[in-house]
């Protein structure tokens, strides 16, 4: 593998992203770098605990032949992994292609004084420090890392196909009454998890408040389908936010989320999208009204206010089956939107429709769906109200939590001697025997409600 020191440095006109000329190195302006396989929660909070070292934080990402070269395969493409980077909040510039070993004329390049990575040791494929050079270089700041959740993780409740991620309630494990754990450990844990859900709900500077986060309650019938009585339920603050502003309009989507994909990210930007759209035949952007907005909230702001309502584990395991979701509700609930109600119902009806506590929505929308199998139409109430939109096919529609599994399973083999460098259990072929089993099942479960709807 070659050496940091003596990679070649891209001449002007072949750096991978603008600008070709160097920039003027400041200190606040912050490198991390990494592959940001999946996106959980623990890319999240490095880039967070980044950005608030600086006032602007460029991402690195690795390509796909680097991180083969030097860690194993990765699970997501080179343009998967920058869709998710870019997603982020606090990232403010994806670099592909940055170097697996970082490199002090990348870094100079871009104008970063400083280089951020967590307290865990990064190796390259002799074993030496990913970071040796900017450490020797004292240009390189530690930050924790995020403990409970890697990639690594990820993968091997995929192989293993565990389900003691699972969360039964997240309003009761954050207040300490559920979980692992004796009563002082729970509690401990969490307020840890309270702290990190306030945490991810800060604006792109990582300060100050940025997303409203919210829970809902009612019934587990209501929660899982459209059996019995219509019910609004109710709403619990967990993070006090920005609410909508004048003028912009409430957007309404729900999902999984798991595993937070391109498929998820591509969804989500097509919806701002369609919204730019309406707002430019509207003359949201027109000059005088850009004046108006900034007279009045100081700062100019985006025509949709857009809300994520985000279903429980069980929720999803009822219609999935297996050992979905790969990801657990607290880790599914990333606010890099505007608000996120955490185990809102698998059906919006009209009754909860009706009584978000932004009001009645503008538009609900919802994407290509290729893996929630269903036995009725979830959305009927939003089409009732005359206001469900549909987000039509797009390049990232097939990536989605059952995709990334089967691209694991696939290459198995690969995968296995991953988890053993990292030292973490690997699946035997009674864990792949249990996969198939479940699987099946899912499967004559989908077979059953097919008939049924039929």
């Known amino acids: 593998m070659v050496g940091a020191a003596t990679q070649d440095v891209p001449e002007s006109g072949n750096w991978p992203v603008d600008p070709q000329d160097d920039v003027p190195v400041s200190k606040d302006r912050i490198w991390i770098d990494g592959c940001f396989d999946f996106s959980h929660h623990g890319h999240a909070g490095a880039m967070l605990q980044a950005r608030r070292l ?35 909040r606090w990232s403010t510039r994806s670099i592909p292609h940055a170097p697996y070993v970082t490199s002090l004329p990348w870094i100079s390049h871009y104008g970063c004084l400083y280089v951020v990575h967590g307290d865990d040791i990064t190796s390259d494929s002799s074993g030496e420090d990913c970071y040796r050079f900017v450490k020797a270089a004292q240009r390189f700041l530690v930050v924790k890392r995020t403990p409970g959740i890697s990639t690594t993780d990820l993968v091997g409740r995929m192989l293993l196909c565990t389900r003691n991620h699972f969360i039964r309630s997240l309003t009761r494990t ?68 920005p609410m909508p502003k004048q003028g912009q309009r409430i957007i309404y989507v729900d ?43 100081k700062d100019d702001y985006g025509p949709a206010y857009i809300v994520a309502g985000i279903h429980d584990d069980e929720v999803i395991n009822h219609w999935k089956g297996v050992n979905y979701p790969i990801m657990n509700i607290f880790e599914r609930g990333l606010c890099y939107i505007n608000s996120v109600i955490f185990s809102a119902p698998f059906t919006p009806s009209k009754a909860y429709l009706l009584n978000l506590p932004f009001g009645k929505p503008h538009a609900v929308y919802h994407g290509p769906t290729t893996f929630m199998p269903l036995t009725y139409d979830p959305y009927a109430g939003a089409k009732e109200l005359g206001i469900y939109q549909q987000i039509g096919d ?20 690969m995968y296995e001697e991953r988890q053993k460098k990292k030292g973490e259990k690997t699946a035997g072929e009674e864990a792949v025997r249990r996969r198939e089993v479940m699987e099946e099942e899912a499967a004559a479960l989908e077979k059953e409600r097919a008939a049924n709807r039929s």
């Open 54 to 88: 600086g006032k602007e934080l460029i991402v690195g990402v690795h390509s796909d032949q680097d991180i083969l070269d030097n860690k194993g395969p990765t699970v997501m493409t080179l343009a998967e992994r920058v869709s998710a980077v870019d997603a982020c």
């Open 255 to 297: 999902g999984g989320f798991d595993l937070f994909s391109s498929g998820h990210i591509e969804f989500l930007r097509q919806v701002a999208k369609a919204e730019e759209a309406l707002a430019r035949k509207s003359g949201w952007y027109d000059d005088i009204n850009i004046q108006k907005r900034c007279a009045e909230s």
């Open 174 to 241: 954050l207040s300490g009454d559920e979980g692992a754990g004796n009563a002082e450990e729970r509690s401990n844990a969490g307020k840890e998890m309270s702290q990190r859900i306030r945490d991810y709900a800060s604006d792109d500077t990582g300060l100050r408040p940025g997303a409203f986060v919210l829970s809902w309650a009612e019934s587990r019938s209501a929660s899982e389908d459209s059996v019995g009585p219509q019910e609004a339920g109710s709403h619990k603050t967990m993070v006090d936010g």
């Open 394 to 413: 797009h390049a990232f529609q097939n990536v989605n939590a059952g995709e990334i599994v089967q691209r694991i399973l696939r290459s198995r083999q």
